[in-house]
């Protein structure tokens, strides 16, 4: 698994930063190649597709039992992050990845082992797991 998630990212990070604005059927060539791809990672996964990854911007204290979410929400099946705003009968610390497990369960805090930061090439906010595999 992690030699597919590893070929998926250093294959974006070659054609996401290496060039411009490209043309359609460049997109569409990338797309053809990273496809399959991805279709294996979720494959192995399959429940990773169905997850929603949380990130809280802000937790508003609204009265004794209640708060409001504001953050951007990433899906194993899209792409992007996506904003939300939604109450919660918990209190939330900002600027930590949630998992949410069940609609009345409590979302599950992945610090530290997942945490949102800016690429330093891109300026986009990218989801960033800690590398386990890694030596140093």
């Given amino acids: 698994m992690y030699s597919v998630l590893e070929g998926i990212k ?7 930063h290496a060039h411009g604005v490209r043309a359609s ?6 797309v053809a190649q990273l496809e399959p791809r ?3 990672a979720l494959g192995l996964v399959n429940w990773l597709s169905g997850a929603h990854w949380d990130w ?8 004794e039992s209640s708060y ?7 899906r194993g099946s899209h792409p ?3 904003p939300f705003e939604r109450p919660s009968q918990f209190p939330l610390r900002p ?12 979302p599950v805090d992945l610090w ?10 891109c300026n986009a906010r990218e989801l960033f797991l800690t590398d386990f595999g890694s030596s140093g």
Avoid: M
Wanted: net charge negative.
């Fill in 10 to 16: 250093d294959f974006r990070n070659g054609s996401h």
């Fill in 25 to 30: 059927h460049e997109l569409n060539s990338e």
């Fill in 38 to 40: 991805v279709v294996e």
């Fill in 56 to 63: 809280v911007e802000r937790c508003e204290y609204l009265d």
């Fill in 68 to 74: 409001r979410l504001v953050g951007q929400r990433l």
């Fill in 80 to 82: 992007s992050w996506e």
């Fill in 95 to 106: 600027d930590r990845i949630y998992v949410v497990s069940t609609p009345s369960g409590k």
């Fill in 112 to 121: 530290p082992l997942a945490a949102v930061s800016l690429c330093a090439q």
